[in-house]
Structures are given as structure tokens and as C-alpha cells.
């Protein structure tokens, strides 16, 4: 059985950092794409980062040069380091992996203060 568990969301003042992290099990981790989404109230659920085996990372446009997405395959692990937080960024953030099949996690809560 696949899981995704996500860890790392809350509650933060504009300009803050946090980092979440997604821990993957019931998959061959190091062959995924992985990647981070997120969904705001009334908005539909949109890219954030993702990740291939071979590191090549990918970014939406409205966190290019503050957020970043690593992996860690010996922990089964994917991070996404969020800096220069902004309102708009607050939103449930949902940890993706790509293999064979799409797979998601529960979500996290990021909210962001201003």
C-alpha cells in the first residue's frame, strides 16, 4: 500500500520560511517523479515543484527563486524548502509521486500571515 505523509505545515509571518517534508512508503522511491502541489480555498489545485530521479527540478512560476524542492532517496524523503513566504502562498500543500500511477498524500496546511 502506497503512503505519502507530510509533515512541516503551520502557521508563519509574511516573509517567513518553513519546510515541509514527505516521506514515502509502498514505492520504489528513487524511480518516482516526485513533486509538491498545493490548493487554496476556491482555487484549483496547482503546481508548486517537482522533482525527477535524476534531481532535475521543475517550479510554478510564482515560487521560482524562493522555494525549493529536494529529495533525499535513502530516507524515502522529499522536501520543499519555502522562503520570503507570502499570504498568497498560504494553501494546503499535498506531497505527489509519480510512478507508474499518480499518488497523493493528506495535505498540509501552510498559512501565511500579513
Known amino acids: 500500500q502506497v503512503q505519502l505523509v507530510e509533515s512541516g505545515g503551520g502557521l508563519v509571518q509574511a516573509g517567513g520560511s518553513l519546510r515541509l517534508s514527505c516521506v514515502g512508503s509502498?514505492?520504489?522511491?528513487?524511480?518516482?517523479?516526485m513533486g509538491w502541489y498545493r490548493q487554496a480555498p476556491g482555487k484549483q489545485r496547482e503546481l508548486v515543484a517537482t522533482i525527477r530521479r535524476a534531481g532535475t527540478t521543475n517550479y510554478g512560476d510564482s515560487v521560482k527563486g524562493r522555494f525549493t524542492i529536494s529529495r533525499e532517496n535513502a530516507k524515502n524523503t522529499v522536501y520543499l524548502q519555502m522562503n520570503s513566504l507570502k499570504p498568497e502562498d498560504t494553501a494546503v500543500y499535498y506531497c505527489n509521486a509519480n510512478v507508474t500511477a499518480d499518488y497523493w498524500g493528506q495535505g498540509t496546511q501552510v498559512t501565511v500571515s500579513s
Open positions: 509502498g514505492i520504489i522511491f528513487r524511480f518516482a517523479i
